[in-house]
């Protein structure tokens, strides 16, 4: 890396803080409008972050870098982490007294739509800094989704390229400019988030409720404005199967979602990983709820309700709970485990290690055991009627290997830090899969982060921002041959 580049991205980064700056300006806004004084910390932060990032922008001008794949890592890792040190500030200067590893972790668990939270009291607390939570969800859902559009298969470390993959034109995209295509994503997808709001509402939430609650769930961020997140709303079901319908539309593929909206793309609904993470979706809501109707005696179709509200929420890396399914006995939360894994689709705002790869994984240990049998044959890696090219299979492969290892890691230093192994355990895969809510009764769907020690929070933080950005794009920063030249 040159000295022009970092200067280049540095400038890229700043710019980006200046837009977030200007999004204080709303929590701003609604804490003035509701008489609490909280709207001068947002007022305060947004100028001070606005004036800090326009003098660094500005300071940092210069002819653009050639665009290489390592000025590409560089910037992404320079962008989130800028986001979360930004995203900070509004968090420290709050009336509720959080310290620097308090509002860093809310601010990456914000941007990553992860939905882990270390604040007690949501009901109460000031309504700015409820909607700064959401917006944060919100504008980090956009930069999953081109994250997994543009970044990642550019990158060749993780992403399906749609560009190629999704459309079934001569083309290499699907869209003749890719201002059209980046256009239809933001109006798509906002306008998909005022639709949840409009429905949270005539189901019976009360409007800032429904706000907050749309954004972090098209989002799949998971940030409640109450303490027992959809607890509350247990008995209206209407708000719980829009939930579970806009977390599902959460974990499809957003490129998918604009060939079928923009172009009515019907074909592009049989993507092989839509129908894999559907039948994930189906198979387990439906055996989670067969087993509270025969164990707990519940009521079939509020058995089905809370199945699919909260394994949705999981497979989707939300993080929502309506009940706390750790009581729910050993095979629900066994499921539950296991769909904190598996994660959506690539594209979408979920996080996990996602239904495209264990496709993938799933070809190529299948065509690794035919060929004990034939060693001599020829066994392409496909995935639907397209063939998988090598660098993609060494992403996915590297992807879960180093998946594996990270979260052994992970384990152990929170382990170090005085965790208990399922709080350490669980507390590491949630982060990685930026699915919130881990196991037990420390960070279980009754708890929060709160009450773990600072050091724990880092260590959560950085694993939040390693699985947001699919881990080998921040590992890559770790290697000596990145900064040689």
């Known amino acids: 890396m040159n000295r022009a580049a970092v200067r280049a991205a540095v400038h890229i980064a700043a ?73 900070a500030v509004p968090f420290v200067a709050a009336s ?14 914000g941007i990553t739509t992860t939905g882990s939270t270390v604040i007690n009291g949501l009901d109460t607390a000031p309504p700015g800094l409820l909607l700064w939570r959401s ?10 989704i081109a994250l997994g559009l543009f970044f990642l298969p550019y990158l060749n470390v993780g992403g399906v390229n749609y560009f190629k993959i999704e459309s079934s034109d001569i083309e290499d995209r699907p869209f003749e400019r890719f201002q059209t295509f980046t256009i239809s994503m933001i109006a798509i997808y906002t306008g998909l988030v005022v639709t949840c709001a409009i429905l949270y509402t005539a189901a019976g939430m009360n409007g800032f409720d429904a706000v907050n609650h749309a954004m972090s769930t098209l989002a799949t961020g998971g940030m409640s404005t109450h303490d027992t997140s959809f607890v509350r709303y247990t008995d209206m079901p209407g708000i719980l199967w829009t939930a579970i319908v806009f977390m599902f539309i ?6 998918i979602l604009i060939l079928f909206a923009v172009r009515g793309r019907l074909d592009a609904l049989r993507d092989p990983q839509i129908r894999l993470f559907a039948g994930y979706c189906i198979v387990f809501t439906v055996a989670i709820a067969i ?15 809370q199945s699919a509200f909260n394994f949705v929420s999981i497979i989707t890396t939300t993080g ?26 690539s594209g979408s705002t979920t996080g996990g290690i996602k239904a495209y790869r264990f496709l993938i994984l799933f070809e190529l240990l299948s065509n690794g055991l035919r060929r004990l049998i034939y060693p001599n044959s ?20 590297l992807f879960i290997s180093s998946f594996l290892v990270i979260w052994a890691i992970g384990t152990i230093l929170l382990g170090a830090t005085g965790l208990d192994l399922i709080t350490a355990t ?8 930026n699915v919130g809510p881990g196991l037990g009764p420390i960070i279980g769907p009754a708890g929060n982060f709160s009450s773990l020690p600072d050091s724990s929070k880092w260590i959560l933080s950085f694993l939040m921002l390693l699985g947001r950005l699919e881990i080998l794009a921040v590992l890559v920063l770790f290697t000596p041959a990145f900064w040689t030249r």
């Open 250 to 255: 959460g974990g499809l593929p957003f490129s």
């Open 291 to 305: 087993y509270l109707r025969v164990h707990f005696d519940m009521p079939f179709f509020q058995a089905l309700t």
């Open 426 to 433: 669980t507390g590491a895969l949630t982060a990685m899969t």
């Open 96 to 109: 509720i007294d959080m310290s620097i590893a308090d509002a860093f972790f809310e601010s990456v668990s």
């Open 15 to 87: 710019v980006f803080a200046i837009y977030l700056s200007l999004a204080m300006l709303f929590p701003a806004a609604i804490d003035l409008y509701f008489g609490n004084p909280d709207w001068r910390v947002f007022a305060f932060s947004a100028l001070f972050m606005g004036a800090f990032s326009l003098a660094v922008a500005m300071s940092t001008q210069g002819r653009p870098p050639q665009v290489t794949t390592r000025f590409a890592f560089f910037l992404v890792n320079l962008l989130w982490f800028t986001l979360a040190i930004a995203g």
């Open 135 to 144: 917006l944060l969800t919100f504008m980090g859902g956009l930069g999953v």
């Open 378 to 397: 020829v066994q392409p890696v496909r995935y639907g009627d397209r063939t998988i090219d090598p660098d993609m299979q060494r992403a996915i492969v």
């Open 320 to 345: 929502f709970a309506s009940d706390d399914y750790a009581t729910w006995g050993p095979f629900a939360v066994a499921c539950i485990f296991v769909a904190t894994f598996l994660g959506g689709c």
